[in-house]
């Protein structure tokens, strides 16, 4: 893309903020992650890329020592790494996330909702238990974003036992 040149160089100028610089390499990360390439093998090599930018955002997440950015950070390193043959990476991520969480309601939420998902795509039975858990724990939250999520996934529990009726 175009602004690709423009983001490197704002990347760059980041080097005295290592918080600043986690931030922008784990989205710039994302970004690449999920831009178009023109053929398969520009998308592997982008998606090699975007994985190494995504363990460098971590990394300099890590030395921190700020809990929040490096949560950020590893959320950002699950979302590029984020495909159908990748849910025991994105498990293992998930499993420091959900400790970094703490009592971040939102971060903990969307941990345990990642987490389902995952489990969903290995074929995990204890990820429709999982996912209950998420909707109860959903609609308790102070938050409308958890609350919204919940929602929506008590419409995929209903999807998945067969009650479309439920579901709509």
């Known amino acids: 893309p175009p602004t690709w040149p423009a983001c490197w160089r704002t990347l760059a100028r980041t080097t005295a903020d290592p918080a600043l610089a986690a931030q922008v390499g784990s989205a710039l990360a994302q970004t690449l992650a999920r831009a178009p390439a023109p053929d398969p093998a520009r998308a592997a090599a982008m998606a090699e890329r975007a994985a190494a930018m995504a363990d460098r955002a971590v990394a300099t997440a890590r030395a921190t020592g700020d809990g929040r950015v490096l949560a950020a950070a590893l959320l950002g390193k699950h979302n590029v790494l984020w495909g159908p043959d990748t849910p025991e990476e994105r498990l293992a991520v998930l499993a420091e996330l959900e400790r970094l969480a703490g009592d ?65």
């Open 104 to 168: 971040d309601e939102e971060l903990a939420a969307e941990a345990q909702l990642l987490r389902a998902t995952a489990l969903l795509e290995l074929g995990e039975a204890r990820a429709t238990a999982l996912l209950g858990e998420f909707t109860r724990r959903a609609r308790g939250s102070t938050l409308a974003r958890v609350r919204w999520l919940g929602r929506s996934r008590e419409a995929t529990l209903a999807v998945l036992a067969g009650d479309l009726p439920q579901a709509e």
